[in-house]
Structure formats: C-alpha cells, structure tokens
C-alpha cells in the first residue's frame, strides 16, 4: 500500500562524500518535492519538479541536486555534505500544483553526517 | 517565509474536543488554508483544507472565521494516536511556484 517510498530510511555518509537519496512513488502523481527538517523545526522546500520542469528554492545550498528520471523516480543528490547537512530528507508527490492538491509524503530518510 | 501563527504546544485529554487555532492576519483572497500532522518519526500528512466555508471531514473540522484571518482545527474525540505537530499552512502561487512553506507548528499532546 506504500504510495510514496523513500530509500534509505537511514543514511549515514562521511564528510565530503556524495550522498544519493530516493524517492519513488505509485500514485502517477505530477509533482515530486524533496524538503529537509532538521531536529526540532519545521520542513523546508528544497526544490520540486513539475513533470520534468525543475523548480529550486532560491535559498537550496548549491550543493543539493535532484534528478528525476521519470513519473515515478526522484533522486536528491549532496555532492558534499557538511555537518550541517545532517537531516531528515523528505519526499513528497502531488497530483497537481494548485491550492487545492494534497501532498503525500513518505516516511523520510534520515541522514547522518559523520 | 510561514505566515502563520500558531501556539507552539498545547494538551489535551483522550477522547476530549481539541481546538487547535491558527492566525493567518496577511491571508490573500486565493489562499487556501491547509492542515497538515506528524506524528513521530513519521513524515507529515494531510489532515484538511478549506477555504471560506467550515469544512468536515473524517479525521477533523476545520472552522474559518468571516475575515478569514484566522482557523481552527478541531478533533472532535482526541485519541493518543492524535498527538502530533500540526501545521496551518497557506497555500502560494500556482503552477510551478505553488508550495506549502510550513510554520513552526503547534506540538499536541494527548493524556490517557
């Protein structure tokens, strides 16, 4: 019944090591977004493609990326992670991008930066 | 930036009403007003959404006030798998700018 799958749920990587996270879903939805919460605060929008239309948030860092191969594949790219980095990374789907459209999320993955 | 206003925690009873506000002074004709919850290690989900008119659904209620500048969520029978962050949000924009930019939540806790 998992409508929208994050993998891994627990991510460990080293200072300065690329790091791939993803994102799949089964709903066909249109929308994909990858947020990060860091401990204790509220989810932040990276950035979200709109079919294959990529829309990054003004203050994502450089250093995150994201891929999306097709429908139902995202990918959220740290080329180098610092320390404070260290979140947990959530994908999220909409069918569409109105007022109106519920976001489905998945349950996360979260990333340790040792 | 969240334009928001919530209390940051709040308790209540199990199986007691929960009216959970939300202040939205700068709120736009076109904004809708969304709740979303997380539950622990979980990532958030929806719970409702409206615009002007008091909505129901089966999770929750969500009454809007006239001006529109304020909300609240009520649960009608607070149970322990209830307690959670919850998030009033404004929806923005459209088309490719549309996003929920999440605030700061209030924290429930439910009492057995």
């Known amino acids: 019944d998992a409508m929208v799958i994050q993998n891994p749920r627990y991510q460990v990587t080293q200072f300065g090591k690329p790091v791939t996270l993803s994102c799949s879903q089964t709903?066909?939805?249109?929308?994909m977004y990858w947020y990060q919460q860091k401990s204790s605060q509220a989810p932040k929008l990276l950035f979200h493609y709109y079919d294959k239309d990529f829309n990054n948030e003004a203050d994502t860092p450089d250093n995150f990326q994201s891929r999306r191969p097709n429908t139902s594949f995202c990918f959220l790219d740290i080329r180098s992670p610092g320390l404070g980095d260290a979140a947990m990374y959530l994908c999220a789907t909409s069918r569409e991008a109105g007022p109106t459209d519920t976001q489905y999320f998945g349950p996360g993955t979260r990333l340790t930066v040792l | 930036d969240a334009k928001t206003t919530q209390p940051n925690s709040m308790e209540s009873n199990e199986e007691e009403p929960v009216h959970l506000p939300c202040n939205h002074s700068t709120i736009s004709g076109t904004d809708y007003i969304h709740w979303y919850r997380q539950l622990p290690s979980q990532g958030p989900e929806y719970v409702i959404h409206g615009l002007t008119s008091n909505v129901n659904n089966r999770m929750a209620s969500l009454a809007i006030a006239e001006d529109r500048k304020s909300s609240t969520l009520i649960l009608h029978r607070a149970t322990l798998r209830d307690a959670a962050v919850y998030y009033c949000?404004?929806?923005?924009?459209?088309?490719?700018?549309?996003?929920?930019?999440f605030g700061k939540g209030t924290l429930l806790t439910v009492n057995p």
């Open positions: 949000i404004l929806s923005e924009g459209g088309g490719s700018n549309y996003k929920l930019t």
């Open positions: 709903l066909n939805h249109n929308v």
